[in-house]
């Protein structure tokens, strides 16, 4: 194989795709919300996740006090609507959710607020996190954990067209890139922010 | 929505499909290579990843003492190759990128051994290592990155046809589970264990 060199700006598109999550979170009854890209598994038992997101995020700070936030898997179905979840803030619209016309479910266990179109859900409490350069990597538990039929063990796929993400054009029009697990693609364009 | 309970112990199977890597380390003249499925960018600027592996592994030992690797990704053609790589231990086999048909370079800054036949590399530096649960998350810097003509800023799919690893199934036969972005799926069998 020849290769190119790869600018270090442009290292995480090498990753890519990546299935996104959206975080939520709440604090004195507002609701926060953003899409992740950059969220894995890092434990079996305890089920622990990594979930690393840039401080500037009002979510973030939601985050921080409250220690507690949940992991959302939307499809592809919803492409558009993670897209646009990424363009707002969370100090311009005050139910972002309702805002890109998600609804906000009560968690099982007294969490932060769930998706209610999710596929997948995790109910989560921070244990630690670490400054990693420009992002904040958050460490956190699993308490609870729920998905939808196509999910028995294994993810069988039939209901659930998982969303993959490759990367955002920033060449002329901004617009988030989204592929299907068969194989169509999708640019999702961002209209709040050029 | 109607969400079923899921069992903490399959907690990370939501987060799948993911993109596997292969971590190749050089310790003393010899190389070792095992997938990793738990891997994501944690920073823009300096460029840094997360690697969660098991500290079981052989592979581990070798990064813990030399403080170094390199992170390849092999596409859906070698998907044979990546399930294999993941059931042979060092400890069996002195050189596990050949025994499974892979062929190991040098890298272009004195790091560790690259995959010739991956269509990306990144050549990492460990900074620090937290455990968490089952797992250790290592964080690296990236010193070098590499990729075919497919990448280009972003990767264009066209020849660079991405692994995404499902799972691994354990009922019967052991087999890995990939998929390809164009809705293909493939089982292989993991012969070497049961």
Redesign the interface.
């Known amino acids: 194989?020849?290769?190119?060199?790869?600018?270090?700006?442009?290292?995480?598109?090498?990753?890519?795709?990546?299935?996104p999550v959206i975080v939520t979170v709440e604090r004195k009854g507002r609701v926060g919300a953003m899409p992740a890209i950059?969220?894995?598994?890092?434990?079996?038992?305890?089920?622990?996740?990594?979930l690393?997101i840039a401080p500037e995020h009002e979510t973030y700070n939601m985050i921080l006090e409250t220690q507690a936030f949940a992991v959302n898997?939307l499809d592809y179905s919803h492409a558009d609507q993670v897209g646009e979840l990424g363009e707002i803030s969370g100090k311009e619209y005050a139910e972002k959710l309702a805002a890109v016309a998600l609804t906000a479910v009560k968690g099982m266990e007294n969490s932060p607020p769930l998706i209610?179109?999710?596929?997948?859900?995790?109910e989560c409490r921070t244990r630690?996190s670490?400054r990693?350069?420009?992002?904040e990597?958050i460490?956190a538990e699993?308490l609870?954990?729920?998905?939808?039929?196509s999910?028995?063990?294994?993810?069988d796929?039939s209901q659930y067209n998982?969303l993959?993400y490759?990367?955002t054009?920033t060449n002329g029009k901004k617009s988030w890139?989204f592929?299907s697990?068969?194989?169509t693609t999708k640019r999702v364009p961002l209209e709040h922010k050029t």
Chains 1, 2 share one sequence.
Request: aromatic share 16%; hydrophobic share 50%.
């Open positions: 194989m020849n290769w190119n060199h790869v600018d270090p700006a442009k290292v995480h598109r090498l990753f890519y795709p990546q299935v950059w969220c894995i598994p890092l434990s079996f038992k305890p089920p622990l996740i990594g690393a898997w209610q179109e999710a596929s997948a859900v995790l630690e670490y990693t350069g420009t992002h990597l460490i699993v609870g954990a729920y998905a939808a039929d999910f028995s063990d294994y993810w796929f998982a993959l490759s990367g054009l890139i592929m697990l068969q194989g």
